[in-house]
């Protein structure tokens, strides 16, 4: 239980080309799912909050117009890198958070297990 | 304003050694949770531990225990009788009172096992 699976595992593209990402839940369902993004031998940056259905709200210098996000469903989240460029190679990991506890603990988040985004 | 701190950056021990692993936390909150997560060398982070500001008790999973004394905004995570398997970075992570969820998460430890 508590699979949170994301797609691609990893991609290279060439600058100024878009990039999408997705996070699915697989077995429960998320009204609540998260973007982070995550430097070598750093740790995890919070980009965003997506919330199902209503707009996503990002953190402290995460440009919107960058990175943009939908959660059209209760089981997917995308996250799309416009126009990327070099600097925006990382380590992208999506979390969902189950609320219902009907997995195992309540309010926890489970993460997928990450894209490497590579920009040449 | 709220924060984790993971002091150890990086801490090598022999297989079968046990080992502790320091995570210490600020908040005003007097409701949060603290999380443990592993994220071994493929980058997925698998959950470990939630436990939340109200429970003090310790929890032993197999070889995995937890010390959380709220004295002194700690959440300790022990390893006993290591193994190479464990080798991984370990986060700790404190989530926000209220409804947002979001997790604030400390530098991480990366933890190595040498056979």
Redesign the interface.
């Given at each position: 239980g508590a699979v949170v699976s994301q797609h691609p595992s990893w991609v290279i593209c060439k600058s100024g080309t878009s990039v999408k990402i997705e996070c699915r839940s697989l077995d429960f369902q998320a009204t609540t799912m998260f973007w982070y993004r995550q430097f070598p031998k750093q740790s995890l940056m919070l980009m965003a909050t997506s919330n199902e259905g209503s707009k996503a709200t990002y953190e402290q210098g995460v440009e919107k117009d960058k990175f943009l996000i939908n959660h059209a469903s209760l089981t997917l989240s995308t996250l799309t890198v416009t126009s990327a460029h070099p600097e925006d190679s990382s380590f992208y990991i999506c979390s969902a958070r189950d609320v219902s506890g009907f997995l195992t603990s309540t309010d926890t988040q489970y993460f997928g297990p990450g894209t490497r985004l590579t920009v040449l | 304003a709220q924060k984790v701190t993971q002091a150890q950056t990086e801490i090598s021990v022999v297989e079968k050694e046990d080992v502790t692993l320091d995570c210490v936390y600020e908040t005003r909150d007097t409701t949060y949770?603290l999380?443990w997560?592993k994220q071994p060398p493929?980058?997925?982070?698998?959950?470990l531990i939630?436990r939340n500001s109200f429970d003090e008790q310790n929890e032993i999973s197999g070889r995995y225990s937890w010390n959380f004394q709220k004295s002194t905004s700690s959440f300790n995570f022990t390893i006993t009788a290591s193994q190479v398997v464990d080798s991984a970075v370990y986060?700790c992570a404190l989530?926000e009172a209220g409804n947002?969820?979001?997790?604030i998460?400390?530098?991480?430890t990366?933890l190595q096992v040498k056979p």
């Open positions: - | 949770y999380f997560y493929s980058g997925e982070l698998v959950f939630r986060f989530s947002t969820g979001k997790l998460f400390g530098q991480g990366t």
